[in-house]
Nanobody
Framework: QVHLVESGGGSVQAGGSLRLSCAASGWRTDRYSMGWFRQAPGKEREGVAAVFRDGSTSYADSVKGRFTVSKDNAKNNLYLQMNSLKPADTAMYYC??????????????????WGQGTQVTVSS
């Protein structure tokens, strides 16, 4: 059974950094595409970054140059390094996984498995 657990969220000031981790258990991450999504209060869940089975990555325009997604298949972990954080980055962050990507990576309906989320709060 696929199980995802996020960690690393917290409260930081604008300009600060956080590193989110997503621990996967019960399956091998090298067989899945994985992504980070976020959802702020009153807003829809949106794609932040993804790393695909072939190792390639994609980012939302709003985080390009500031966030870096990576996957350690040996440890079965997914990471999101977030630098130069802005108040607009405040949201609950979720990791997700899917074995076969059927649509666009930033569409949350394309992912099959989800963690419970970790809160990121950026103050000005």
């Amino acid at each position: 059974q696929v199980h995802l657990v996020e960690s690393g969220g917290g409260s930081v000031q604008a300009g600060g950094s956080l590193r989110l981790s997503c621990a996967a258990s019960g399956w091998r991450t090298d067989r899945y595409s994985m992504g980070w999504f976020r959802q702020a209060p009153g807003k829809e869940r949106e794609g932040v970054a993804a790393v695909f089975r072939d190792g390639s990555t994609s980012y939302a325009d709003s985080v390009k140059g500031r966030f870096t997604v990576s996957k350690d298949n040996a440890k079965n972990n997914l990471y999101l390094q977030m630098n130069s954080l802005k108040p607009a980055d405040t949201a609950m962050y979720y990791c997700a996984a899917v074995m076969m990507m059927g649509g666009t990576w930033y569409d949350p309906t394309g992912f099959s498995y989800w963690g419970q989320g970790t809160q990121v709060t950026v103050s000005s």
